[in-house]
């Protein structure tokens, strides 16, 4: 199977390639955070509610349900929005465009913090209860996005992304064969700035 890199004029290095592929695995994590959260999204609130009751008991339901909803929200955003911007910036990368590496460093660093604590928010007890496998997720996104940092900044890299791409030269197989065609039919053939001739009859007498 062909990879889209394969189309560019200068086929990009291994490392670009594997920083490409490494960017992308590290979202993987948070897809999975929010596609949890949501659909445990009654438990998720009942438990962030439980937790906004005990630090203020004197809030009224009104307030403890605004509590809820601004901090889900907001857990929410601070997983998705990376996971787009990284995936927007790791394909314009993958284009030859030096600066989206600088935005999917940066992307990358804010990520993983916004992860661990974006996690926390969007989890209920069955998920506290198994917290070790939440550090491993983020660890494990920590770890790709290191290791696509890496990749994209190795010495083949950066003269690929410094260096002009080469145009691919497109030839046309058979350049005189429709000389040949014009010529063996009786049909002058076309000329550039110059009127085409009309076909004369053959003189039957």
Same mark, same amino acid.
């Given at each position: ?55 203020? /008991?004197?809030?009224?339901? #009104? ?49 993983? /913090? ?14 506290? #209860?198994?917290? #070790? ?37 497109? #030839? ?29 009859? /053959?003189?039957?007498?």
């Amino acid at each position: 199977m062909r990879s889209p890199l394969d189309a560019l004029p200068t086929p990009a290095p291994q490392s670009v390639r594997f920083s490409l592929g490494a960017w992308l695995a590290s979202c993987i994590f948070p897809l999975i955070a929010v596609t949890y959260a949501v659909s445990r999204m009654s438990d998720v609130r009942a438990h962030q509610r439980a937790i906004a009751l005990a630090e203020t /008991p004197d809030s009224t339901a #009104t307030s403890l349900d605004r509590v809820v909803n601004v901090t889900v929200w907001i857990a929410l955003a601070a997983m998705i929005l990376p996971v787009i911007i990284e995936v927007v910036l790791a394909i314009l990368m993958a284009k030859r465009l030096a600066w989206a590496r600088i935005g999917l460093l940066i992307i990358g660093v804010l990520a993983v /913090p916004a992860s661990l604590i974006a996690v926390d928010a969007l989890s209920d007890d069955q998920a506290v #209860t198994n917290r #070790t496998w939440v550090l491993v997720g983020v660890g494990i996104q920590a770890l790709l996005a290191l290791i696509g940092a890496l990749l994209m900044y190795r010495r083949e890299a950066n003269v690929w992304f410094s260096t002009r791409p080469q145009p691919t030269p497109v #030839t046309t197989p058979y350049p005189d064969l429709a000389d040949r065609k014009g010529s063996a039919a009786g049909r002058p053939t076309p000329v550039a700035g110059k009127p085409v001739p009309p076909p004369t009859k /053959p003189d039957r007498t």
